[in-house]
Structure formats: C-alpha cells, structure tokens
C-alpha cells in the first residue's frame, strides 16, 4: 500500500503567517487562485494543546475548501508526515516582502 502524502502550504493571512497542513491541493479555475483540501490537524487525545494549532482548527472548523491567492504563498511542500500548524505573526524587523499586488486606489482630493 502507498504511503499517503500531506501538503505543508505555507502563506501569508492578514499581517501572519500560516502553516497548515492538508492532503490535497489544486491549482484553482479561478485565476491566480490555490485551492487547498482537506486540512489535517493533530490528534485531540494529546495532552499538550498547543494554542497556534487550535486557533487553526478552530478557523478552518467549518472550511470543506480553501482558495488562497497564489501571491499569498510562500512555500508549498509535499512531505511524508504531517506536522504540527501554527500561526506566526510577521514583526516590522522580518525581512519579508509580501509580493506586489494591486496598486490601492488613491483617495479623492478634498
């Protein structure tokens, strides 16, 4: 029997940065669109519950499909074992550029 295979999708979500783990991803009809499957979480039986990956469980609780733009990810990896998610905050002294997208709309003159 094949071992099954996890994706580790890491991207960027409001000012953070996600790690989630999840079995199946597609590049979506959408344009410029991922869209990410099945999200994996660890087991409920462990005794340490780390709070980064319940924040997760509890945001994609209800979630059956993600679509996450592509200029928001950072990373994708196909690895053997799932990990643990967690949710990063990116501080002003991180040398992260998120990748240009749309110019904001310049405000009217008054």
């Known amino acids: 029997m094949a071992e099954q295979s996890f994706y580790k999708v890491i991207f960027y979500?409001?000012?953070?940065?996600?790690?989630?783990?999840?079995?199946a991803i597609y590049q979506s009809e959408m344009?410029?669109?991922i869209e990410v499957?099945?999200?994996?979480f660890g087991e409920r039986s462990q005794l340490?519950?780390?709070?980064?990956?319940?924040?997760l469980k509890n945001e994609f609780a209800s979630v059956k499909r993600s679509f996450i733009p592509m200029q928001a990810i950072i990373?994708?990896?196909?690895v053997?074992?799932?990990?643990?998610?967690?949710?990063?905050?990116?501080?002003?002294?991180?040398?992260?550029?998120?990748?240009?997208?749309?110019?904001?709309?310049?405000?009217?003159?008054?």
């Open 75 to 78: 990373r994708i990896d196909e």
């Open 48 to 55: 340490l519950v780390d709070p980064g990956e319940e924040k």
């Open 37 to 40: 499957e099945e999200f994996v």
């Open 80 to 110: 053997e074992q799932q990990g643990t998610g967690k949710v990063s905050d990116i501080s002003p002294s991180d040398k992260i550029a998120q990748f240009p997208g749309m110019p904001s709309k310049p405000s009217p003159a008054e």
């Open 13 to 23: 979500n409001q000012s953070q940065v996600y790690e989630v783990y999840a079995k």
């Open 31 to 33: 344009y410029g669109f």
